[in-house]
């Protein structure tokens, strides 16, 4: 079983910077993924970034191409998302996920076992 805990989250204004971090616990696999997704209320929850444990393989959504960074340390057992230059649109609850196996480009949220209870990022303008 892993566990995932998010934090970083909070309030920022428009062009500012936060970073994500996702701690796991347990078990992790070193042929899977990290993921971070987004969701607010009444949208459906949508793919932000995701980076294969071993780094070799990072996928971000077109629209933080440039602005967001996903990163993994190995040795902690976390990743993390910095987001740079914030706009409102990104606010959002952000989740991080974990999967246990990689299954082709990993951008779907039905390919992650695992979910992290969220952590609320508000961009004020």
């Known amino acids: 079983q892993v566990q995932l805990v998010e934090s970083g989250g909070g309030l920022v204004q428009a062009g500012g910077s936060l970073r994500l971090s996702c701690a796991a616990s347990g078990r992790t696999f070193s042929s899977g993924f990290m993921g971070w997704f987004r969701q607010v209320p009444g949208k459906e929850r949508e793919f932000v970034a995701a980076?294969?444990?071993?780094?070799?393989?990072?996928y971000y959504a077109d629209f933080v191409k440039g602005r967001f960074t996903i990163s993994r340390d190995i040795a902690k057992n976390s990743a993390y998302l910095q987001m740079n230059s914030l706009k409102p649109e990104d606010t959002a609850v952000y989740y991080c996920?974990?999967?246990?196996?990689?299954?082709?480009?990993?951008?779907?949220?039905?390919?992650?076992?695992?979910w992290g209870q969220g952590t609320q990022v508000t961009v004020s303008s």
């Open positions: 980076i294969r444990w071993s780094g070799a393989t990072i």
């Open positions: 996920a974990a999967a246990r196996n990689s299954f082709g480009v990993m951008t779907s949220d039905q390919y992650y076992e695992y």
